[in-house]
């Protein structure tokens, strides 16, 4: 008898963690298995039973024992909830991702490029090279970009001249930047510019003859 209030007391504990688990405990030469059955509705009674192997594997089952749910300490569960990740803050317009580095070359390259202009066209100027890096035509990061040399043509013309190391980046620049990685846009995709006053003639005649023309702000024509 002594086993057999052993194998109930194991019981209990069993469907104290989980409703029908199968647990085995070995005691000595005897292997204890015992298994519960739930009836339809958690309220009610439900059936176990048990099994006793000994050391030579003979088997001896109890037949089916009702217990009642009072008799169990009930334990509660609580299904755990996706939480999101906090979005990272970054340097980014349309999946464009800054580093430092790009930062500060497009910052330089905005001073140099737009002096003089309002903030508009700062931004415009800025919204040119990041326009360049999502277009599959021309380099994927804003250095690169900025320092394109191709048949010996540079595609800014203050890299060519050295004013782009000579500037001191301003405070509407910084601006200007700040804004068109938060996501500001009024260039209507443009991927050149020119200041048709400034450029050689041969230029001008390539941008009007190969380019789409967008607008004009400031002093410097938009195009596609």
Same mark, same amino acid.
């Given at each position: 008898?002594? =086993?057999? &209030? ?17 647990? @085995? /405990?070995?005691?000595?030469? !005897? ?5 519960? /059955? ?8 439900? /059936? ?7 050391? =030579?594997?003979?088997? @001896?089952?109890?037949?089916?024992? *009702?217990?009642?749910?009072?008799? @169990? $300490? ?5 299904? $755990?909830?996706?939480?999101? &990740? $906090?979005?990272? &803050? &970054? ?9 430092? *580095? ?10 140099? *490029?737009?002096?003089?202009?309002? %903030? ?10 990041? #326009?360049? +890096?999502? #277009? ?5 990061? +804003? ?14 013309? $203050? ?7 000579? +500037? ?11 804004? +068109?990685?938060?996501? *500001? ?25 190969? %380019?789409?023309? %967008?607008?004009?702000?400031?002093? !410097?024509?938009?195009?596609?």
């Amino acid at each position: 008898m002594k =086993i057999f &209030k052993f194998v109930r007391n194991v019981l209990l504990l069993a469907a104290y963690l989980l409703t029908g688990i199968t647990l @085995i /405990l070995t005691t000595g030469d !005897h292997v204890l298995e015992a298994a519960s /059955l739930p009836l339809a509705q958690s309220q009610r009674p439900f /059936l176990t039973s048990f099994c006793v192997t000994d050391a =030579i594997d003979r088997e @001896i089952c109890s037949g089916w024992v *009702e217990i009642a749910v009072e008799d @169990i $300490p009930v334990k509660e569960t609580v299904a $755990p909830v996706a939480r999101k &990740k $906090p979005a990272k &803050k &970054k340097d980014k317009v349309s999946g464009i991702q800054l580093s430092k *580095e790009d930062k500060k070359v497009l910052l330089r390259i905005v001073e140099a *490029e737009a002096t003089g202009e309002d %903030l508009k066209g700062k931004m415009l100027v800025a919204n040119v090279v990041l #326009n360049r +890096v999502k #277009n599959e035509e021309f380099p994927d990061n +804003v250095t690169d970009v900025v320092f394109q040399h191709e048949n010996g043509v540079y595609q800014f013309s $203050p890299i060519l001249d050295g004013r782009y190391y000579e +500037v001191t980046i301003s405070d509407d620049t910084r601006k200007a930047v700040k804004k +068109v990685l938060a996501g *500001e846009d009024e260039s209507e995709g443009a991927l050149y510019f020119m200041s048709r006053n400034m450029a050689s003639k041969k230029n001008v005649r390539w941008f009007d003859s190969e %380019l789409t023309y %967008l607008f004009r702000h400031g002093t !410097h024509q938009f195009f596609k």
